[in-house]
């Protein structure tokens, strides 16, 4: 059964950089998966942030991310990867990434309410 752990967030003023984590385990190796980031700020809807597809890293962004964030994998160790820079109050959520072993996932992964989410990494932007 695949096991998410997301780390890397904390408090960070306006303009700054985070890099969050997700490290995956329980199958042989990321390479077959997909690699998606999501958050989800207090009351409002989990939101897809991010992709990056498994067979030739093509990148994927929301507009509200998009020229800020960058995502990446290293598959020999089984992480992905999530640099934020320049990053505004309204970035404050919780974050998640989730891996799915498709061709298409980075295509539907806005979508994706399926369950087994990781414990998500708190990022808070404020002054």
């Known amino acids: 059964q695949v096991q998410l752990v997301e780390s890397g967030g904390g408090l960070v003023q306006p303009g700054g950089s985070l890099r969050l984590s997700c490290a995956a385990s329980g199958f042989s190796t990321l390479e077959h998966y997909a690699i998606a980031w999501f958050r989800q700020a207090p009351g409002k809807e989990r939101e897809g942030m991010s992709c990056?597809?498994?067979?030739?890293?093509?990148?994927y962004y929301s507009a509200s991310v998009k020229g800020r964030f960058t995502i990446s994998r290293d598959n020999a160790k089984n992480m992905g990867y999530l640099q934020m820079n320049s990053l505004k109050p309204e970035d404050t959520a919780v974050y998640y990434c989730k891996v799915k072993p498709r061709d298409d996932y980075c295509s539907v992964y806005a979508t994706d309410n399926s369950p087994a989410w990781g414990p998500g990494t708190q990022v808070t932007v404020s002054a």
């Open positions: 990056i597809s498994r067979r030739d890293g093509t990148t």
